[in-house]
């Protein structure tokens, strides 16, 4: 498996001066800190949280290839779950989340993406339908968001304090 210094570095030359890197970064700590309440292998889902989007800037002009591409790339860097997770982080891709882990990405990355625009603490606790309202750019982010809750089990609470 890829070291987190090479991973970095990978992240770097893909997408430094980007809020991509940050935007990772924060997908990467939500994911291990899931993996760690689920007992799951922390080191792993940090990794695949850091490189979800490693295709970023490939795959701007064709969002069916968005984690596709990433996946290739890290052929001799992840286990397949790994890569299958990132390869099927985006809907556009067309292909679903099968597994806890790629289940997790997409939780992690909406509940990333969501907390850009309104603070974690609010995501922890709004309603279905104040969730909407408050991201009226992204309304299916809040679908995604609560439904994964409810599919995988998880307070949206947890993640609200994994964010800060
Ligand atoms: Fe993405
Ligand atoms: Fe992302």
């Not at 922390?42 to 490939?58: K, N, P």
Request: aromatic content about 4%; proline content about 3%.
């Amino acid at each position: 498996m890829i070291a987190e210094d090479r991973a970095r570095a990978l992240l770097e030359a893909h997408l430094g001066g980007g809020s991509r890197v940050l935007h990772s970064e924060t997908v990467a700590r939500l994911m291990g800190a899931l993996a760690r309440d689920l007992g799951e292998d922390a080191r792993l889902w940090t990794l695949v949280g850091l490189l979800h989007d490693l295709d970023d800037r490939e795959t701007a002009s064709d969002r069916t290839r968005h984690g596709v591409l990433a996946a290739e790339w890290l052929r001799d860097d992840l286990p397949p779950e790994g890569r299958e997770a990132i390869a099927a982080h985006d809907h556009r891709t067309g292909r679903r989340a099968t597994t806890r882990l790629a289940a997790c990405l997409r939780l992690c990355d909406a509940f990333a993406i969501a907390a850009e625009e309104v603070p974690a603490q609010v995501l922890a606790v709004a309603s279905a339908s104040d969730l909407r309202a408050a991201l009226p750019a992204r309304p299916y982010l809040a679908d995604m968001i609560l439904a994964l809750c409810v599919e995988q089990g998880f307070d949206r609470a947890r993640l609200a304090a994994a964010h800060g």
